[in-house]
């Protein structure tokens, strides 16, 4: 987001609120971000909080100019890479629909050449009337307006129901998705992450200390650049993702069935996963206490990574991890070469360095060309960078 520049107009519902959270993610991803709003946000959100939080100030009047070497409904409307309507308001939908430009905000989204997104806050009835169906239907027909749909929950008029501005983070996202370039091919993504659970019984289970982070990241980052992506996610902290496909699994076995039976129809698998390499046999009741020591009987899972290789594409890409104590280059490498695959990211665990659950990790990209360790850098931006690198191989893969 760094270097680029956003208009945030905010109109008159109470979720104005959130869209201070969605301008502090913003900010915080780099982006600059020129707040305006309509007279009535400032019922909800004053000026001082708009300039503390975006570092200029916000603007609510056709006629405010702070540059007068520019005119600012057209600077805010076509200079930028993205308009953000947050929270929007049936009125503003209506008069954007119908191209009233009667005040600064519907003014720049009339002069508007550059993506525009809404995202509508208001109560039930008021959401699903015709009239603001319509005026969403007709807006929706510019390639260049894009919407994020309005949440069900608690409303601020005391009933429940459909209506709720989608959350800052949702909306950030989706803005993070609209200003990503996209692949020259629409490929299509299976990412196995997190940990999985082998239960001993109805209520334990083994498993590590995996959070699935980088492989979502991974995920994230491949649906922004246009992907089509399936996530099938073990056990990793809610909430899992809304923008694409995600299959959960419990146990190794779950996770098996579902890469298996995905794996024939994607052109790039990524197993990130910590899959269990053992798993015991489940007791159909609670084990009991008592005995002084207890045996626990442990069965190998299946390689879900070595058994999609059959039922794979020649031209898909094939990606693995690998977690090593020793050794960690020697076995990455006889990893790739066994499981066949065309990079393995390789994690170095020790005493002082354990990536399992950490929000940091530092990893060495091993491919069949040579080794590139990467520094140590936080797992989203680890999940960026790795799933750039293989949409590029995937990319000349298919073109061999
Ligand atoms: O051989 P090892 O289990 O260390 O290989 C790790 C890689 O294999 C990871 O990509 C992991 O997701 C995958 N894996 C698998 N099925 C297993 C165990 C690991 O696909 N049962």
Not at 102 to 111: C, E, H, Y
Not at 232 to 247: E, F, H, I, K, T
Not at 291 to 300: F, I, P, Q, V
Not at 329 to 339: F, Q, S, W
């Amino acid at each position: 987001m760094k270097g680029k520049h956003i208009t945030l107009a905010v109109t008159g519902a109470i979720a104005a609120y959130k869209a201070v959270f969605l301008l502090r993610l913003l900010r915080s991803a780099g982006a600059e971000v020129q707040v305006i709003g309509t007279a009535n946000s400032l019922r909800f959100v004053g000026r001082e909080t708009w300039e503390a939080l975006s570092g200029r100030p916000p603007l609510f009047d056709l006629w405010e100019t702070p540059d007068p070497s520019k005119i600012p409904h057209i600077m805010l409307a076509q200079e930028v890479d993205l308009v953000v309507v947050a929270p929007a308001t049936a009125n503003i939908l209506a008069k954007a629909a119908g191209g009233i430009a009667d005040d600064l905000v519907s003014t720049v989204l009339l002069a508007a050449t550059v993506p525009v997104l809404f995202a509508p806050s208001m109560n039930t009835a008021m959401y699903e009337s015709p009239a603001t169906r319509r005026n969403i239907a007709l807006l929706a027909e510019q390639e260049r307006i894009h919407f994020i749909d309005c949440a069900s929950g608690s409303l601020a008029c005391g009933s429940a129901g459909k209506g709720r501005m989608a959350e800052p983070e949702t909306i950030f996202g989706r803005i993070r998705y609209l200003l990503t370039p996209k692949r020259s091919e629409k490929l299509r993504w299976l990412i196995a992450a997190g940990a999985t659970r082998e239960y001993l019984d109805p209520i334990r289970f083994i498993t590590n200390g995996a959070n699935g982070a980088t492989g979502r990241a991974i995920a994230d980052a491949a649906w922004r650049q246009g992907a089509e992506v399936t996530l099938v996610a073990g056990n990793m902290p809610a909430p899992l993702p809304s923008d694409y496909a995600v299959r959960p699994v419990t146990s190794a076995a779950d996770m098996h069935a579902a890469v298996t039976g995905l794996a024939p129809l994607c052109d790039v698998l990524v197993m990130s996963a910590a899959v269990a390499d053992y798993a015991p046999v489940k007791s159909a009741s609670k084990l009991k206490k008592g005995d002084r020591t207890k045996e626990l009987s442990l069965e190998s899972t299946p390689d879900i990574l070595l058994e999609t290789l059959p039922l794979m594409e020649r031209r898909a890409l094939r990606v693995g991890f690998a977690a090593e104590t020793e050794n960690l280059l020697e076995n990455a490498r006889g990893k790739m070469e066994r499981k066949a695959l065309d990079l393995i990211v390789a994690n170095r665990v020790s005493a002082s360095h354990d990536p399992f659950g950490a929000p940091d990790n530092r990893v060495v990209l091993v491919t069949p060309g040579g080794n590139e360790e990467l520094p140590l850098m936080d797992k989203e931006t680890l999940g960026e960078l790795i799933a750039d690198r293989i949409y590029d191989l995937a990319l000349q893969k298919r073109s061999r």
